[in-house]
């Protein structure tokens, strides 16, 4: 039996569909499916159970498990409430990271790469605690998330009771199929698709640095086919741990990605700059690039779709069609 938190949510919910196309029907999700349609996101699934994130402690106690996929937390890079992102993403990961060392079940979670903060340090996954020390995040969530990493890797250079496999995952920036229920957080390919199909202008912010021009603030996208390929490796590769990028190692513009789009319909691009609201200009990332060396030094030879190849078929096999999710 296979435990995935966040089943329900976009990456967790392709996971789940990864792991039913491998033959695993025994898959448990931990997640809330609140009144936003997230259900959707699993409804063509075969689930052992689904169980409510307050009830997780208790469902666990005496279970044996094959591995722990965690990949729920509060995500949304604007949270201010910091008690409960840090009891949801810091606590809570600290609790199943012990029940997984105590019972000898892999642990793979999502870490994120907003635990580089502006990228002054640059964007290696150096699993050493200097260099994650070094690391200034610049929101609530990517603290919260560099927090458990240093937690981890600090038990590892301690000799400190961990699972006999643990990754943590620094995805970069994921889109692709049943990202629809996150609001403001879905990709902008997602939230703008509806305007390019309309033939309406998209909006993509304005650059408020000198030498970047408008629409080319630049993002290491990876389609989430590529970031399942990843988890499914490692669950298939017991012997690998450590703090892993999860990246195409190429970053590309905003410009670039619904360039893309538009060419997939086989349409002009109509794109036009708008001013980046006031509040989010001081903490805004204009570029950010994933080192994928240590991944690749593992042993992983999965590749990573080329932005076009992806976004042509996110937007022909999802976007554009009546039923738009996995």
């Not at 910091?82 to 949801?88: F, K, Q, Y």
């Not at 309406?200 to 590529?226: M, T, W």
């Not at 060396?293 to 999965?302: E, I, V, W």
């Amino acid at each position: 039996m296979l435990l995935v938190t966040g089943g329900a949510g976009f990456i967790g919910s392709n996971l789940v569909a990864a792991l039913n196309d491998a033959g695993r029907g025994d898959v448990v999700v931990c997640d809330a499916l609140g009144h936003d349609g997230k259900w959707r996101n699993l409804a063509k699934r075969q689930l052992a159970d689904v169980v409510p994130p307050a009830e997780l402690t208790c469902w666990l106690d005496g279970r044996r498990l094959d591995a722990v996929f965690h990949l729920g937390a509060i995500s949304e890079t604007t949270a201010t409430d910091g008690d409960l992102v840090i009891e949801t993403n810091f606590r809570l990961s600290l609790r199943l990271l012990d029940w997984c060392a105590g019972t000898a079940t892999p642990f793979i979670y999502a870490s994120s790469a907003s635990t580089y903060g502006d990228g002054a340090q640059g964007f290696r996954d150096d699993q050493s605690l200097a260099a994650l020390r070094a690391l200034r995040p610049m929101n609530l969530y990517g603290w919260s998330k560099h927090l458990f990493d240093m937690a981890v890797v600090g038990r590892a250079a301690q000799g400190g009771a961990l699972p006999p496999q643990w990754a943590g995952l620094k995805f970069f920036n994921v889109f692709g199929p049943n990202e629809y229920h996150k609001g403001s957080m879905m990709s902008v390919l997602t939230r703008r698709f509806d305007d390019v199909k309309a033939g309406r202008p998209v909006q993509l912010f304005k650059s408020h640095r000198g030498g970047i021009a408008d629409g080319d603030q630049r993002r290491d996208f990876i389609y989430v086919d590529d970031v399942v390929r990843v988890m499914m490796w490692l669950l298939a590769t017991p012997s690998v741990s450590g703090l892993f990028n999860v990246g195409t190692g190429k970053a590309r513009s905003f410009r670039d990605l619904m360039t893309a789009a538009y060419a997939s319909l086989g349409a002009r691009p109509n794109i036009e700059y708008i001013d980046m609201p006031e509040q989010i200009r001081g903490a805004y990332q204009y570029f950010t690039q994933a080192d994928v060396a240590r991944l690749q030094g593992a042993g992983y030879n999965g590749g990573f779709t080329p932005l076009e190849e992806a976004v042509d078929a996110y937007v022909k096999g999802y976007l554009d069609r009546d039923d738009r999710f996995r």
